[in-house]
């Protein structure tokens, strides 16, 4: 997670006109980096051991035309190439992903049946990242002493616990010893929806917000000490103004670029969550499907994250070139 | 503060404190890391009683109730504290070879790219950022459907998915390093490129290599549990912290955590001191260059 915070988002190409070029560079890159994640995931159906008929299977007997069936539907006895185009064409054109044999259904129903708690699970916790992280950030940053300090503490702390022992202590604490909130399951209804999903939320936000709290403070601190800042003040512009107008305005492209990359990272992570929460969302589905060697409900999942995760990635490195040309053209954001 | 100690410590008394705290706290970080590796060696040797054998009248008994068994028992009345010390072998072996493997690769690749340069260098560079598209998570998650649950899968496909980021910090160490004179120097004497970059170039990054191996030793501790945790990874009646995070969960909802949050709290543990001690060691390295 904090890898990719610590990630160096600057451009190599240097000339006019750079930023029809970095944008046209970052859409062949997005391309690319599309079609090789979805070949990896294709072909580690021929890397497994033992024939790709029994993976599909998952080393369950099928009755013969079954089986006719799937050697029909991956085109088993086609070269790879071939078969990898059949398949992304199949998926592209017709959202077609093959079907989950633990479920007995297509691995598209698998998934728009579960796609909206994990979609509901990322928002929410995106919103606390957002809100909580950004703001709390932005406070350390313009208060130093007591209230700087315990944030960053506490965002040290935060930072440290992975989202499964998070769960645990939270499940403890909230669910069990106060009972204020329910422990398990989807639950209904807006308001049903938001209770099940309070503590996933927070055990799935919690140490990206802290990056995002460190990132914020240490941007904001470092735009209050800027020329243009201190000249403001010391031209009697109003403290409130001087931060609205000049610091956060200056400090929210790092900012949002922080925000955008911890959320991408959170639809890989809600798996754990989804999981410790025993909530019904795809991340959950993904991981009893890999238990279970229900080959075509993995590879239609981590084709979906995998996709989401890098034209998420791809829209953040855009959103900020939009943000500060200064990327786009080649020079290094101050 | 006193008035007798006058002089440096006025000016800087601040300063002093912090040093002196930060020492005692390296010493903690030092003595976390130490007993852990001690434990993945000689854990299994030295656990007061077997991890595995259950003794079902002892189920969730607590801390300190039985003598012999200082933290009690789990779910299945387990001894917790030789469960814990049982499973650091499995939790501490996976993110060090998860370290070896991803180091090998990633400086391999960084000094190839900045040595070479020019079409070796974008394209390993173009590589490089393709695999970013794969979170860490998401490969071991897919690697242990293909391969079959068990630690070897996971391990090999988080050293795969974190050598991009070392790659990328390496290879602007060794672009700048390659940069430097005595590098001209050692090739005007005619030295061979493999001489030059085994014995002069890959040494003067040592310092950032181990500042990253660190980081991702960190990383692969927390997401080679979260695998455990999934059931991915270390099979269950295994001791190892990410299963017994996972095992212990029906305890939580039953009100006795111990079993989770124990194994949780090593783990934390270990990557705080791993993280704070990699952190000081980049801080170092910055310092110097």
Not at chain 2, 98 to 111: N, P, R, Y
Request: one cysteine or more.
């Amino acid at each position: 997670m904090t890898a990719i915070a610590l990630r160096r988002r600057t451009a190599r190409s240097s000339k006019a006109h750079g930023m029809m070029r970095f944008i046209g560079r970052r859409l062949v890159m997005l391309v690319v980096a599309l079609i090789v994640s979805s070949f990896i995931i294709f072909i580690s159906l021929d890397l497994a051991p033992g024939d790709p008929l029994s993976v599909l299977t998952g080393g369950r007997s099928l009755p013969p035309a079954a089986l006719e069936a799937l050697r029909h539907q991956y085109h088993l006895n086609d070269p790879v190439l071939t078969r990898y185009w059949e398949w992304i064409t199949g998926v592209v054109l017709h959202g077609d992903l093959g079907t989950s044999i633990a479920f007995r259904e297509p691995v598209s129903a698998v998934i728009s049946q579960r796609i909206g708690v994990t979609a509901e699970l990322v928002l929410y916790s995106a919103l606390l990242i957002v809100v909580f992280g950004v703001g709390l950030g932005v406070l350390a940053g313009l208060r130093r002493g007591f209230i700087d300090n315990s944030i960053i503490a506490v965002s040290t702390l935060l930072a440290a616990i992975p989202s499964f022992v998070a769960a645990i202590v939270l499940l403890s604490i909230f669910a069990v010893k106060l009972g204020w909130l329910p422990a398990l399951g989807n639950g209904s209804g807006f308001w049903g929806t938001i209770e099940h999903l309070t503590l996933p939320a927070i055990a799935l936000a919690a140490s990206a917000f802290a990056v995002v709290v460190r990132v914020t403070r240490v941007t904001v601190r470092s735009e209050m000490e800027r020329e243009h800042v201190q000249t403001a003040t010391s031209r009697g512009i109003p403290r409130r103004l001087v931060i609205r107008r000049h610091v956060l305005r200056n400090a929210s492209i790092p900012i949002t670029t922080v925000v955008g990359i911890t959320i991408t990272s959170l639809f890989a992570l809600s798996a754990v969550v989804e999981q410790a929460f025993t909530l019904n969302g795809i991340g959950a589905a993904l991981v009893q499907a890999a238990q279970s060697k229900d080959f075509a409900v993995v590879q239609g999942i981590s084709l979906l994250l995998v996709a989401a995760f890098v034209i998420a990635n791809a829209l953040v490195d855009l959103l900020y070139a939009v943000l500060d040309p200064r990327v786009a053209i080649g020079s290094r954001a101050a | 503060m006193s008035t007798v100690t006058l002089g440096r410590s006025i000016i800087f008394p601040r300063t002093r404190r912090r040093l002196a705290a930060s020492s005692v706290l390296y010493g903690v970080c030092w003595l976390i890391v130490g007993v852990a590796v001690f434990l993945a060696i000689f854990g299994p040797l030295l656990a007061p009683h077997d991890p595995n054998s259950s003794q079902l009248e002892f189920q969730f008994v607590g801390p300190f109730q039985a003598k012999g068994y200082p933290l009690g028992f789990d779910s299945q009345g387990r001894d917790l504290l030789s469960r814990l010390m049982v499973g650091a072998r499995t939790s501490m072996l996976g993110p060090a070879l998860v370290v070896l493997m991803s180091m090998a690769l990633g400086t391999l690749i960084s000094v190839l790219a900045a040595w070479r340069g020019g079409w070796v260098d974008s394209v390993l560079g173009t590589g490089m950022d393709i695999l970013f598209a794969f979170p860490g998570i998401l490969l071991a998650v897919l690697t242990a459907a293909v391969f079959g649950a068990g630690l070897a899968a996971p391990t090999i496909a988080l050293a795969i998915a974190y050598t991009p980021y070392i790659a990328r910090v390496l290879r602007s160490a060794a672009v700048r390093e390659r940069a430097r004179d005595y590098i001209a120097a050692a090739e005007v004497q005619g030295l061979s490129s493999l001489t030059i970059c085994g014995r002069h170039l890959i040494p003067n990054l040592a310092e950032l290599v181990v500042a990253q191996a660190t980081l991702v030793f960190a990383w692969a501790m927390v997401d080679l549990a979260a695998i455990s945790f999934l059931g991915l990874g270390v099979q269950a009646p295994t001791a190892d912290w990410g299963v017994m995070v996972a095992t212990g969960e029906t305890g939580v909802l039953q009100g006795y955590p111990m079993e989770s949050l124990s194994a949780g709290i090593c783990i934390v543990l270990v990557v705080v001191a791993v993280n704070l001690l990699g952190e000081r060691i980049a801080a170092r390295d910055e310092g110097r260059a």
